[in-house]
């Protein structure tokens, strides 16, 4: 058990380079907290697994350090880390049957048949892979799998941290809920650092503590999933996490008085220090914008189109040029293509040059 | 309607295959059959003989030490080229420029002819003039195949290792390359040891291929006949006469036509029980499991 | 074109694949196949491809029967989730690679090129090479293959899966446009209900090789006729509530008392599985009909503007969707709230008896 640091972590897989575009990992530095939950979210190809296969060893930085505690462990092999791993697909050691899968991390550290056997029958009731001790491993369903490679990293009591690899990808979504909320229960139990890669929004932002979202190589936020979803620091942040993602919209800003399309809005915030940017933005999130009938409040709208997607409704607007997503509680009905939109105000967010910018609050 | 049509379509699509299969292996093994039960003195003049040249042959001592040479020879072949094989690929780069270099190094003695083999071996473990065999004399070695049994029987089974261990080599590195990079990491991260790796990972997911090399080399290994011809043409005294050189010098050399057909038909049969028990064998290594557990789709 | 599948069963072995399935697709449109893995969705799309022949029943395309006809002589294109791609050539070749077989004239086979590669948004990238593509990219281009031979029917397995959570928004967006640009029969195979919602089109419902409702996907949605398909077409998954009915009261063991109104009171006395959504489950009373439940929290997951509260009532699993951030302890004792408005009442046999009040009356509207 100890805190995970990331010190001045960059890696290029060509090498040490002088070219910044060589490097699938920027510069970063990275504390993680013994026993948190956390979630490294971002779309392929952004670096998550490159800095999830350093801290587990598998691979080694081409700049800074890599610190258990106060030890520096950079170039310590996995086996010497106490880092357990779950893959994307299912590890499992096919010719064992499951009891043997769980053990077999006790067995290759030497530990006796009298110590191993309790443990493995606690930790496969826990799992619920009690009726399946001693099939082999081979024949059961992916989810069953993908909790023994799970159960090979819990039975070791001592483990620095738990790290997963996109471990719901074969999963399919009934069991993902129960596997996920299984997951929670298990980390509320045993209290191991977990760190958990995924390009899926609803699984990091339900399953971590703490998200860290990455793009190009880059952390571009690190927080809860209250704070990313409510204070996006980066455009970015804003269109990734939300389903669909939060509406950008280009406006002017002076004071507290939003310029948008013609109309003007009175902020709760005022930007009167703000310096000047390329663009200013106005960015909220769907959930946020209220969608009335012609005759009500707000500013007026063409609505383009509605699709009922069972629970809710997603409504497509455009104000003059600007398209806003609304979404539309699933009991009201709108009829005919005009309407009204209005903003609840303390969750709007101003970006200059895609960055937030956090004005002065009235 | 149309279904049917179409399967008669099929049906004419399959028949030049049974033509062809039927003059390569049927016609000639039903003329081996036919000579099996007669017996001739020449001049196309054939007499009805029965089983008695199985009878004879079965009880005949010449055929028990050429069968027992047959087993000795394929046992130690496979002892030898299956692990060695594995062992090879295991250590052979999974990637960079090693892997060409190496698989090419590999393939090199399976491109050679199998007479070919026979010659440069037969040339190269000469005593006189033979690379090997004037270096083992001149180290003191009492190195002679021509004269020594013993000798020959190194000799001709290093030159079948040299020939054929390639083989073996590249199915188990085919196989080995076709296991995912997550399998070796989680056994890191599990902790497990060099020989763990290899035989709860490596081993199993050798499985098929290693099936297919076992059978193959038997196979091969078993009818053996260019190389060991070549090289001591089954001697010295009858030291290498392998099943298939026994039954070359039984049909031309002596012209017994009658013992020969039915030495190969049991030779034959032989093969192909042995095939088959190995591949049961080796399958049901894996799949016995699979009856237990529950069924996927 | 008509595609129409007529009680095809596939059997293997002692295994059913596929059991008794009817179906009919029309030209134009799409036409979802949702349901867990191995319930039958590719098994299904095999048969009708021809690539498998089914152990029973028929295919009919207009009405002739074409159950043994061969793959190659069907019009059919088909989508994997894996992205399959000719790697040695460019995007263009292998857009252009089924037309080349087809021997089309060098002059069409670019315009339809283009054609296909502005739908899919693919212009820019005609002369790269398929690994230099994103996965969305090379997706597109498996796509733009399937779609230029103008196949009368096209079969896609999953076709989002292996895409980011972000690209999948996108194409699933930009999907229904190209579908309905096309004019063939799409079949698209999907295992998350949220998928075929935001697709659209019409929705099977398959759970072990059985279709259990096939109609447009809302009323699907909205009016399951059993609760195998309620089950099957929720996600999160559907809290249900098994409940006896006898001398007027309906009753969940000694814990849950349902008062009867509605359609409920004509009810004969039997045992009834009550389904309802996680988002119908609520912290609070929302109409003075509310039903208080004392429930055990089993663990909490927030989404950043939603919980979803996993929650134990004497023994059965539920999930409350609450629109707020909320925290609460495991093993605490919350108060839940039922609306027997939103209720799905299934009999015994499992068949919908009573569709939620909201649902029946909008439903009321299009009939």
């Known amino acids: 058990m100890a805190n995970i640091t990331l010190d001045k972590i960059a890696h290029s897989y060509s090498g040490p380079s002088d070219n910044p575009d060589d490097f699938a990992l920027k510069q970063l530095n990275l504390t993680w907290k013994n026993g948190n939950c956390y979630a490294l979210l971002g779309p392929s190809g952004c670096g998550k697994t490159t800095l999830l296969n350093i801290i587990s060893g598998l691979l080694i930085p081409t700049e800074g350090d890599v610190l258990f505690d106060d030890k520096v462990v950079t170039r310590l092999a996995t086996e010497q ?63 069953a799998k993908q909790k023994i490679s799970l159960g090979r990293g819990l039975i070791r009591q001592s483990v620095n941290a738990i790290l997963f690899d996109e471990p719901l990808t074969v999963i399919d979504p009934h069991l993902k809920w129960a596997l996920r909320s299984q997951l929670k229960r298990l980390h509320k139990q045993f209290g191991f650092t977990m760190i958990y890669v995924t390009h899926d929004q609803t699984e990091a932002l339900t399953f971590a503590d703490e998200v860290v979202v990455m793009y190009e190589g880059k952390i571009v936020q690190v927080g809860t999933p209250e704070e990313l979803f409510e204070r996006p620091q980066h455009t970015f942040v804003g269109y990734f996490i939300g389903s669909p993602g939060m509406n950008i919209i280009p406006c002017e800003i002076q004071g507290n008085r939003m310029q948008l399309q013609g109309n003007v809005i009175n902020l709760r915030r005022n930007y009167d220090g703000m310096p000047t940017f390329s663009k200013v933005e106005l960015g909220i999130r769907p959930e946020y914008i209220r969608l009335d009938p012609p005759d009500g ?55 200059g040059d895609d960055t937030l910018v956090t004005g002065e609050m009235l | 309607m149309i279904e049917k049509q179409v399967n008669q379509k099929a049906w004419f699509m399959v028949l030049p295959v049974f033509l062809i299969v039927a003059f390569s292996a049927v016609i000639p093994l039903m003329t081996v059959v036919n000579y099996s039960v007669q017996d001739t003195f020449g001049n196309n003049v054939f007499f009805w003989a029965g089983m008695d040249w199985f009878k004879d042959l079965l009880h005949s001592e010449r055929f028990h030490d050429a069968f027992f040479r047959q087993l000795l020879f394929s046992g130690i072949i496979l002892a030898i080229e299956i692990p060695l094989g594995i062992i090879i690929a295991l250590a052979m780069p999974k990637k960079g420029w090693g892997v060409p270099v190496c698989l090419v190094t590999m393939a090199l003695p399976l491109l050679i002819p199998w007479n070919v083999v026979g010659t440069i071996w037969q040339i190269f473990a000469r005593v006189d003039i033979g690379l090997l065999g004037h270096t083992l004399a001149s180290l003191g070695f009492d190195y002679n195949y021509t004269q020594d049994p013993l000798a020959a029987w190194v000799t001709v089974i290093v030159m079948d290792i040299w020939h054929w261990t390639s083989l073996v080599v590249l199915l188990c590195y085919a196989g080995l390359c076709s296991i995912p990079d997550a399998y070796y990491q989680a056994a890191k991260i599990d902790g497990a040891s060099r020989f763990s790796v290899f035989r709860y990972i490596q081993l199993p997911k050798m499985h098929r291929v290693l099936l297919i090399a076992i059978l193959l080399r038997f196979m091969d290994s078993f009818m053996i006949y260019t190389e060991p011809f ?68 | 074109m008509q595609l129409e599948l007529r009680n095809i069963s596939k059997i293997v072995g002692q295994d059913v694949h596929i059991a008794d399935v009817s ?76 037309l080349k077989i087809a021997k089309v004239p060098r002059a069409e086979i670019e315009t339809r090129v283009e054609e296909i590669a502005s739908l899919l948004k693919l212009n820019d990238m005609l002369k790269r090479m398929p690994q230099e593509l994103s996965g969305g990219q090379q997706q597109r281009t498996a796509l733009a293959r399937a779609l230029v031979k103008g196949a009368d029917l096209v079969l896609l397995d999953e076709p989002l899966a292996n895409l980011d959570y972000k690209l999948r928004e996108e194409l699933r967006e930009e999907l229904p446009k190209i579908f309905s640009a096309t004019g063939a029969i799409f079949v698209y195979a999907t295992t998350e209900p949220m998928e075929a919602l ?35 077409f929720a996600d999160p998954p559907l809290n249900t509530l098994p409940v006896t009915k006898l001398n007027n009261r309906m009753l969940f063991k000694s814990h849950v008392e349902v008062p009867l109104s509605g359609k409920l009171p004509q009810l004969p006395d039997a045992d009834y599985t009550i389904g309802f959504r996680p988002n119908h489950l609520y912290l609070a009373p929302t109409s003075p009909k509310a039903i ?38 495991v093993e605490e004792t919350i108060e839940v709230f039922l609306d027997p408005d939103k209720f799905y009442v299934f009999d015994d046999s499992e068949k919908l008896v009573a569709t939620p009040l909201h649902i029946s009356a909008a439903g009321g509207e299009n009939k």
């Not at chain 1, 609505?303 to 069972?310: H, T, W």
Request: no cysteine.
């Open chain 3, 198 to 232: 935001l697709l659209g089109g019409n929705t099977a419902a398959l759970h072990e090789g059985r279709v259990y409702q096939f109609g447009p996907t809302l009323d699907v949605f909205h009016k399951p006729d059993n609760l195998t398909t309620a089950q099957t």
């Open chain 2, 230 to 297: 070549v090289v001591t043409g089954g001697g010295p005294g009858n030291s290498t006469t392998f099943l298939s050189i026994d039954l070359v010098k039984l049909a031309i050399g002596q012209f017994d036509l009658g013992p020969a057909a039915a030495m190969s038909l049991i030779y034959f049969l032989v093969i192909l029980l042995l095939s088959w028990v190995f591949y049961t064998v080796m399958s049901n290594v894996g799949v016995e499991s699979s009856a237990k557990g529950g069924s996927g789709r």
């Open chain 1, 297 to 351: 409040e707000g500013l007026p709208v063409n609505i383009l189109k509605i699709d009922d997607i069972g629970p809710y409704k997603i409504a497509r607007v455009s104000l003059k040029d600007s398209i806003f997503n609304v979404i539309v509680p699933e009991e009201v009905t709108m009829t005919g293509d005009r309407g009204k939109i209005s903003f609840d105000l303390d969750h709007v967010n101003i970006y």
């Open chain 3, 292 to 329: 208080s439940v004392k429930a055990k929290v089993v663990v909490t997951e927030i989404t950043g503007s939603d919980s979803y509260i996993h929650i134990d009532v004497a023994g059965l699993r539920w999930v409350v969707l609450a629109h707020s951030i909320q925290s609460f302890d």
């Open chain 1, 81 to 143: 880390r106490n880092i357990a791993q779950i893959f994307q697909f299912p590890v499992i050691y096919d010719t064992m049957t499951v009891f043997q899968n769980l053990a077999f991390p006790l067995r290759n550290r030497g530990r006796s048949r009298k110590e191993i056997e309790p443990r493995v029958i606690e930790l496969a009731g826990m799992l619920g892979l009690e009726k399946d001790l001693y099939k082999k491993a081979q024949h059961l369903t992916a989810d």
């Open chain 3, 23 to 98: 179906l009919t697709f029309q030209s134009g449109t799409l036409n979802i196949l949702l349901g867990p893995t191995l319930s039958g969705k590719t098994t299904l799309m095999r048969l009708m491809a021809g690539l498998e022949k089914p152990t029973a029943g028929k295919l009919f395309v207009d009405g002739r029967d074409v159950t043994g006809v061969a793959v190659q002589k069907r019009n059919t294109a088909m989508v994997y989730q894996q992205f399959i791609n000719y790697p040695n050539l460019t995007v263009y070749d292998n857009i252009a690679s089924p």
